[in-house]
């Protein structure tokens, strides 16, 4: 049809007003959302204060790198655990603020708002072990391998006590509690690095190889014990 | 349309504070009374898929009350909930339409539409840590209404609303109960009297009535009466009658009591109401069921 018509319609005819639009629109089949755009939406919820706790720790060891050259490993290893918080806190925070029962009781419940989260989170997370792990190895005198393992123990280690603590303890404690982990955690490790280097040296290894595993199977045993806890299993026993 | 509830038990360790209920509910609107601790939220959080029956089965149109599916059916308002710090309404509003599935284009429309249905669209970009209760409670009824749930379960609605806020909720959730099954649980027995086609009482974890209000009140009708007299004789009367109200009349009280059988000299006989019944069952003389 020409503009020239269009525009006489335009003028000569007077579209009647649409009667039961609403009705119309809503008897449309819903475009599904699935889990992917979910998992995405996700991202967006999650606290700013940890997206920038994560940058901050990338700046410093940045820094770290250009100014302690050969004394990286303590610093970022200690730094760790603070990364761990964020997945720790985050798995408690429905409760801690309320909004658990509207989330286990929506579409996409709870365990999915959790499971995306923690995702999300953990993603992120070894992202960013991935950038710092060339940074510490290359200004340390260790292996790479050796070097990601005494990293990731202070996370695992304040994954697993965080979690089960948050477990255990609700609500503004339970918080401040995995706060307390781990600072004490990344505390702890930088002051056993300077007071006792040697508890870092290659004989050493395998019993941090040993509890790598170990802390390994415990974090993942306590997401689990988490998610399980946050959401009652499918159920019906009638 | 059918909720069907097949022998719901949930047990606490060595308490049960729902025992064996079962029911089938089509659309209408359905009333939940019951005194605090009666078993009404336990069972309503079972319903939403929030806590799980110790036995028993619930299902909507044959979806199981644990399925995805009966969740995107579903529009639930707790009791007591909670916001994120950092919400605005419409933050809230986007979160609840992204966890029941909505696209972001009709959760954008139906956040429009909700917040002004219950007026809060001037105020939509406001923290919601800033709102009265009456506010929250208002954001907590629209997001049960996002998904346009068939299934709408709403504890204590009306808590916090003012009198004028509460009449038009009650008005809406009528509405709402003619195409969809809404279930009300509350303290405030008028809510239910006006707008609740079922009346569903609950006590000690049992479901002792269920009917109209006609059907439930049968139990206290040509039982309930009303007297004036003076204090003395009031004081008597209400040690040895149910007293559901007591009130004072300059020298005189007015007594409204339930009497089994021959009622005091110059009592006349009262219609009885759902607020008598609620009392009849859940004053302090107990063991009416």
């Known amino acids: ?238 | 349309m059918e909720l069907r509830i097949d022998r719901v038990s949930k047990q606490y360790k060595n308490k049960l504070a729902v025992d064996r209920v079962s029911l089938d509910l089509r659309e209408g609107v359905y009333g939940l009374l019951g005194e605090n601790g009666a078993g009404k939220t336990s069972l309503i959080r079972m319903i939403c898929g929030v806590l799980s029956p110790s036995s028993g089965s619930i299902s909507f149109e044959g979806l199981d009350a644990g399925d995805e599916e009966y969740r995107a059916m579903l529009g639930y308002l707790p009791q007591n909930f909670g916001y994120y710090p950092e919400f605005s309404a419409q933050d809230f509003m986007y979160y609840m339409a992204g966890l029941k599935g909505l696209t972001k284009a009709k959760a954008r429309t139906r956040t429009g539409e909700l917040l002004e249905l219950v007026s809060l669209g001037d105020v939509a970009k406001k923290k919601v840590k800033t709102f009265s209760g009456g506010m929250k409670q208002r954001l907590g009824i629209a997001q049960t209404l996002l998904n346009d749930p068939k299934l709408l379960i709403l504890d204590e609605p009306t808590a916090g609303l003012d009198p004028k806020e509460r009449i038009r909720f009650r008005n809406l959730i009528s509405r709402l109960g003619r195409d969809r099954i809404v279930l009300l649980s509350t303290h405030i027995v008028s809510d239910v009297e006006h707008i609740a086609g079922t009346i569903l009482l609950m006590k000690k974890g049992r479901l002792i009535h269920q009917g109209s209000l006609e059907e439930v009140t049968q139990v206290i009708r040509g039982k309930v009466y009303e007297l004036v007299s003076c204090g003395e004789r009031a004081e008597a009367l209400a040690r040895s009658y149910s007293v559901i109200n007591y009130r004072s009349e300059g020298e005189k009280v007015l007594l409204r009591f339930v009497c089994e059988g021959e009622p005091p000299e110059g009592a006349t006989e009262a219609p009885a109401g759902l607020e008598d019944l609620y009392l009849y069952y859940f004053s302090e003389a107990e063991g009416h069921e």
């Open chain 1, 1 to 238: 049809m020409n503009r020239k018509m269009k525009i006489a319609l335009k003028e000569y005819f007077e579209a009647p007003k649409p009667e039961d639009k609403r009705r119309f629109f809503d008897s449309l089949p819903a475009e599904p959302v699935g889990i992917s755009d979910f998992l995405l939406s996700q991202a967006a919820y999650i606290p700013k204060w940890i997206w920038g706790l994560s940058t901050l720790i990338f700046v410093l060891s940045l820094i770290g790198a250009v100014y302690l050259k050969k004394d990286m490993l303590w610093f970022v290893s200690a730094c760790m655990p603070l990364l761990a918080l964020a997945p720790v806190t985050e798995s408690g925070r429905s409760q801690f603020w309320g909004m658990a029962e509207l989330e286990m009781s929506s579409r996409f419940s709870l365990r999915s708002v959790l499971l995306a989260r923690l995702g999300i989170l953990g993603l992120a997370d070894l992202l960013l072990f991935f950038l710092l792990l060339p940074l510490t190895h290359l200004n340390g005198d260790k292996p790479l391998f050796e070097t990601g393992i005494y990293m990731l123990c202070p996370y695992l280690l304040t994954a697993f006590l965080g979690l089960w603590a948050s477990r255990i303890v609700h609500g503004r404690e339970g918080a401040w509690l995995c706060g307390a982990i781990a600072l004490g955690v990344g505390l702890g490790d930088a002051l056993i690095y300077q007071a006792s280097p040697e508890f870092y040296a290659g004989h050493n290894f395998p019993w941090w190889a040993a509890a790598f595993v170990l802390l390994s199977v415990g974090a993942a045993k306590q997401c689990i014990e988490i998610l399980k806890q946050e959401e009652e299993p499918v159920w019906n026993l009638g």
